[in-house]
Each structure stands twice: as structure tokens, then as C-alpha cells.
């Protein structure tokens, strides 16, 4: 379990960084408090983060004796992953609008924004590629805990540097930790066929 809440952990980290959830994060902060957006995001990954673990646990339970070939499509798809950070994923201003005209409870109104943001989303999918393989258990600890942690990390930089942020660097750098990821499951995979 530990090890896989500290990959799981580090691999969303680094898959939320550049992400627009971090952009919506810092963007409620302006109108809630810290404290309430990191609450409803935690809220939102939990619930989203669970549903992937699931089905990343009945897949990999479903196809344990084709271990090889999974791990080979889970390193494509870090790599697809790869791509799409180097992509770029950026909050429109109608996005950043409504996050800002939010009514209601800061807990509701950010839990919300952020469970819809997530389903579908790249992170969601590495939560779900690395429960076929890892403990579901520190799967979904480890993946929330990165999440909450990437997002509480882009409010406070946030609010230290307003927007000037080392956008590219973070891009670069993460796009090359999920290749590297990437990577190293395609060889795994690679050696549990040959």
C-alpha cells in the first residue's frame, strides 16, 4: 500500500501541475477563503479519485493474467498523457468567470466546479491507470493527497507571485515525468512478455 501511495502521490502531483484546476483553484481563492477551496476541492478529488481507483481496480482484476500488455498500454497512455500537458490546458474566461460569480457556499460551489472539472480529465485517468496495476487502497490516497496538494501549492504560489508562474518550465518538466513514467511501464511490460 505505501508504495503505491507515494507513486500514486507524486504521479498526480506532477500530472496537476500546469493543469486548469489549478487555475480554477487559484481563481476561487480570490473570492473564498484558502481554507474552504482546498476543503471542497479535497471534497471533489475524493469522490472523483474513488470512482477511478474502482474501475482501474476492476480492470486490473479482470485482466490480471495479461499483466504484460496492460502495463505496455498504461506506458502509452502516460505517454499520451506526456502529450497532453505539452498541449497545455488552460482556463477559459468563461470558465474563470463563473468560478468567480460562484453563489453560494464555497465548499458547495468549489466541491462542485472542481468534481465536474476532474471527470474526464487527465488525472483522472492516470488515478484509473495506476489502480489496474497498484493497491486501490493507496491509489486513491496517494491521488488526492497529490491533487490537494498541487492545487494548495498553485493558490499559495498564487497569491506570493500573482500570475508569473514559470508556466513553460512546469509544462516541460511535467510532460517529461510522464513520458518517464511512460517509459518505464512500456520496458515492464516488454519484459513480462518476453
Same mark, same amino acid.
Request: no cysteine; charged share 5%.
Given at each position: 500500500m505505501f508504495s503505491a501511495l507515494v507513486l500514486s502521490t507524486v504521479v498526480i502531483f506532477v500530472a496537476e501541475l500546469g493543469d486548469k484546476s489549478q487555475l480554477m483553484a487559484m481563481t476561487f481563492a480570490t473570492r473564498y477563503r484558502a481554507r474552504d /477551496?482546498? &476543503? %471542497?476541492?479535497? +471534497? +471533489?478529488? +475524493? /469522490?472523483v479519485h474513488l470512482a477511478s481507483v474502482g474501475i482501474g481496480y476492476f480492470i486490473g482484476a479482470s485482466f490480471e493474467r495479461y499483466q504484460g500488455p496492460i502495463a505496455i498500454a498504461a506506458g502509452i497512455a502516460f505517454l499520451g498523457f506526456a502529450a497532453w500537458t505539452l498541449r497545455g490546458d488552460e482556463l477559459t474566461d468563461e470558465e474563470a468567470q463563473k468560478a468567480r460569480k460562484a453563489k453560494g457556499s464555497a465548499l458547495l460551489a468549489v466541491g462542485l466546479a472542481f468534481f465536474l472539472a476532474e471527470l474526464g480529465d487527465k488525472t483522472m485517468l492516470a488515478t484509473i491507470t495506476l489502480a489496474v496495476r497498484e493497491d486501490w487502497l493507496g491509489t486513491w490516497i496517494g491521488s488526492t493527497v497529490g491533487m490537494v496538494a +498541487?492545487? @494548495?501549492l498553485a493558490i499559495g504560489v498564487g497569491a506570493l507571485l500573482g500570475r508569473k508562474l514559470p508556466e513553460k518550465v512546469i509544462q516541460y518538466g511535467a510532460a517529461a515525468a510522464f513520458a518517464i513514467f %511512460?517509459? /518505464?511501464?512500456?520496458?515492464? #511490460? @516488454? #519484459?513480462? &512478455? #518476453?
Open positions: /477551496v482546498i &476543503l %471542497g476541492i479535497t +471534497a +471533489a478529488t +475524493a /469522490v +498541487a492545487d @494548495a %511512460g517509459l /518505464v511501464l512500456v520496458a515492464e #511490460g @516488454a #519484459g513480462w &512478455l #518476453g
